[in-house]
């Protein structure tokens, strides 16, 4: 299986700073890397697809970058109703695996 | 856009069968992948597996010899069974849509099942 590193595991950080979130993946994968928001109780949404493809709707403060076995998701001015947890997953191979998740937490 | 509903029991006893269904409404079943996705509490997210509208499944080794998917065109759902279960598979269970080259993209709500006598 392909293991994915998220880092960190929990973070927390002010309104405006600009935050980065890692998955490194245990072999390469192309750009079959999505990145997810999920809050308490609700049903995670997608951010970012293909590694660096914004989803529809998604406000542009949110950026995904990478490739390979390396990724990164942005947060570029970080807002109150981001706090949450983020996770990626590969869907390069099976079976698919998931990111540990970061929780993220506003000061 | 697509919605997802899952549906089963909250509790499964110890060696028991869970079932669950996922009714598919504003969006056609008869494309892409089909997905269940379970996470224990303060674990991580585990893919079970998917099924496409043709009935082909990929399955997670981990859990291959005891889950069975199945999908029904006709009233636009899918379904999970996984058989002998035991407390580590205590779990909220998603399904979700899964689009080829770009992952997971629309997911349920969630149910928690717990397995406990």
């Known amino acids: 299986d392909i293991q994915m590193t998220q880092s960190p595991s929990a973070m927390s950080a002010s309104v405006g700073d600009r935050v980065t979130i890692t998955c490194r993946a245990s072999q390469a994968l192309y750009d079959y890397l999505a990145w997810f928001q999920q809050k308490p109780g609700k049903a995670p949404k997608r951010l970012i697809y293909?590694?660096?493809t914004l989803q529809s709707g998604v406000p542009s403060r949110f950026s995904g970058s990478g490739s390979g076995t390396e990724f990164t998701l942005t947060i570029s001015s970080l807002q109150p109703e981001d706090s949450a947890t983020y996770f990626c997953?590969?869907?390069?191979?099976?079976?698919?695996?998931f990111g540990q998740g970061t929780k993220l937490e506003i000061k | 856009q697509v919605q997802l509903q899952e549906s089963g029991p909250g509790l499964v006893r110890p060696s028991g069968t869970l079932s669950l269904t996922c009714v598919v409404s504003?969006?056609?079943?008869?494309?892409?992948?089909w997905t269940w996705v379970r996470q224990p509490p303060g674990r991580g997210l585990e893919w079970i597996g998917e099924i496409n509208p043709s009935g082909t499944t990929n399955y997670n080794p981990s859990l291959k010899s005891r889950i069975s998917m199945s999908v029904d065109k006709s009233e636009s759902q899918f379904s999970l069974k996984l058989n002998s279960m035991t407390a580590g598979d205590t779990a909220v269970y998603y399904c979700?849509?899964?689009?080829?080259?770009?992952?997971?993209?629309?997911w349920g709500q969630g149910t928690l099942v717990t397995v406990s006598s």
């Open positions: 979700a849509r899964m689009i080829s080259g770009e992952g997971i993209d629309y």
């Open positions: 997953l590969q869907h390069n191979n099976y079976p698919y695996t």
């Open positions: 504003a969006g056609s079943i008869n494309s892409h992948w």
């Open positions: 293909a590694a660096s």
